[in-house]
């Protein structure tokens, strides 16, 4: 009797019937290739947001809140009425992001999947915009949020 090979990919991460292209919050963890430290890289910084921008505008997906952190990237976000689910976003905007990188340099930019947590109607949006900009003060990068080049606000938080 053979054994079966268990699958080198693990389970989705996401939640099975749910549907992610609905109306609401999200807070995306999306991790460097590795937890290597590329994102230090300032010209690699720029083209990442710049990306994650350029998508944005694509799908007219709402992005409140963004902080790219030495080796990962936060990501406060709400497809609105675009109809684009935040996996299909994520998976164009990694893709996008990664393929020069990963030809000029040989590895890949991100660990497969990403993370993330549906915001419920108990939280508080504010506090975890917040939360996310000051991630750079927590990591000792800078000693207020608004010194960090690499977060900001793009959409206005509808409260």
């Keep these: 009797m053979k054994k079966a090979i268990p699958s080198r990919r693990k389970n ?3 939640l099975k019937d ?3 292209a609905t109306p ?3 807070f995306i963890t999306i991790c460097s290739y590795e937890g290597k430290k590329v994102f230090s ?3 690699l910084a720029k083209e990442i947001i710049k990306c994650l921008k350029e998508n ?3 799908t007219n997906l709402k992005i409140y809140i963004y902080c790219l952190m030495p080796d990962h990237l936060h990501i406060l976000l709400n497809p ?3 109809n684009v689910s935040i996996s299909r976003f994520i998976q164009t905007f990694k893709s996008q992001a990664g393929f020069l990188y990963k030809k000029q340099n040989g590895t890949p930019l991100w660990q497969r999947g990403f993370y993330d947590h549906i915001v419920r109607e108990n939280e508080d949006l504010i506090k975890i915009a917040q939360y996310i900009l000051d991630n750079p003060v ?3 990068l800078v000693e207020i949020a608004e010194q960090y080049s690499y ?3 793009i959409d206005e938080i509808e409260v």
Excluded: C, H, I, P
Aim: proline letters at 0%; hydrophobic letters at 15%.
């Design 151 to 153: 977060s900001g606000v």
């Design 18 to 20: 749910f549907d992610y």
């Design 80 to 82: 609105g009425d675009s």
């Design 138 to 140: 927590r990591k000792g």
């Design 41 to 43: 890289d300032k010209d």
């Design 56 to 58: 944005k505008e694509k």
């Design 12 to 14: 989705s991460l996401r």
């Design 24 to 26: 609401r919050a999200y």
